[in-house]
């Protein structure tokens, strides 16, 4: 079975530039959370979803920041505009919500120049 | 929202060595999770201890909750190059699906 697919892997940008990040949920699965690492912070939950629904949004670190769900199955986390301060891997991670293990995805590191 | 201290932060071992790490709260733990995170992957699952006193094995890994649901310990046991990686120790919040995570131990195996 396919895990959670992030896209893209790799992405380097500019400062000022809009950045899309996406994810695949595992199918079944009905949690959706968006976390960011870096050396200096660690593994910090953005924002996360049940059954679509955004429960707890106040990782986001401003308004710059906005995530959706527009189905069941997949999630977008937007970055407008960038700066170089966002850099970082981005994670998504899913879940059964009477389960408490998360499944994540590869990541999607971004470079903001 | 509950901090999770994890100690070391860093760790470099020779092949063979035994160690420990922790992780802390001031505050109690419904449950906490182990996670361990390899170069270039997201964090994979190890164990959940939900029980104040819980001893989990995992072949050469011994994860231990502490009685009074504010610690945790990992041991491992003859460490390998291929226990090279970041524990991470989380919580999931009572009731719902919020999962915080600790800063993380780094462990360096060197053969």
């Known amino acids: 079975d396919a895990g959670v697919i992030q896209s893209p892997r790799h992405e380097v940008t500019e400062m000022g530039q809009e950045v899309t990040l996406r994810c695949k949920l595992i199918s079944g699965h009905n949690s959706l959370f968006w976390y960011r690492q870096t050396m200096m912070r660690g593994l910090e939950l953005l924002i996360y979803f049940n059954n679509n629904v955004p429960i707890d949004d106040s990782g986001m670190p401003e308004d710059r920041f906005s995530a959706k769900m527009p189905n069941a199955s997949f999630s977008t986390l937007k970055i407008q505009p960038s700066e170089p301060r966002d850099s970082a891997v981005y994670f998504c991670?899913?879940?059964?919500?009477?389960?408490?293990?998360?499944?994540f995805g590869e990541g999607s590191r971004l470079t903001v120049l | 929202t509950q901090l999770l201290e994890q100690s070391p932060q860093f760790l470099s071992i020779q092949e063979g060595e035994n160690l420990t790490v922790y992780c802390n709260s001031s505050?109690?733990?419904?449950?906490l999770q182990w996670y361990r995170q390899e170069p270039g992957e997201g964090p994979v699952l190890l164990v959940t201890v939900v029980t104040g006193g819980e001893v989990k094995k995992l072949k050469r890994l011994t994860f231990q909750f502490g009685d009074a649901r504010k610690d945790s310990s990992l041991h491992i046991t003859a460490a390998q190059p291929g226990d090279t990686g970041l524990y991470l120790c989380a919580q999931r919040n009572t009731g719902g699906f919020k999962t915080i995570f600790g800063a993380g131990t780094r462990l360096f195996v060197k053969a």
């Open positions: 991670a899913s879940s059964l919500s009477t389960k408490g293990e998360l499944f």
């Open positions: 505050s109690v733990f419904s449950s």
